[in-house]
Nanobody, 115 residues
């Protein structure tokens, strides 16, 4: 199994920044993808950004140019730097780990952007 521990959510004003972190532990395959998804009330969970263990990144169009995903493979940790936040970014953000065999989710961290 893989355990995911998220941190860094909170309340911020529009235009502000937050940095999310997610540390993975347990049975980590060398080749994997880690990422962030979000789910707003009444909405489906959607991809925000992900990054492979080799560093290839993928972003939702709505966050390109404002959010940056990165990872530290030695620490099995993924980060999401969120700048120029907008109220519509308010959601629960979930960390995700997946490899060839498994798919795991963190417990979620609340991000609230006030207007």
């Amino acid at each position: 199994q893989v355990q995911l521990v998220e941190s860094g959510g909170g309340l911020v004003q529009a235009g502000g920044s937050l940095r999310l972190s997610c540390a993975a532990s347990g049975r980590i395959f060398r080749v994997n993808t880690m990422g962030w998804y979000r789910q707003a009330p009444g909405q489906q969970r959607e991809l925000v950004a992900d990054i492979t263990s080799s560093g290839t990144t993928n972003y939702a169009d709505s966050v390109k140019g404002r959010f940056t995903i990165s990872r530290d493979n030695a620490k099995n940790t993924v980060y999401l730097q969120m700048n120029s936040l907008k109220p519509e970014a308010t959601a629960i953000y979930y960390c995700n780990y997946r490899d060839v065999s498994y798919n795991y989710w963190g417990q979620g961290t609340q991000v609230t952007v006030s207007s």
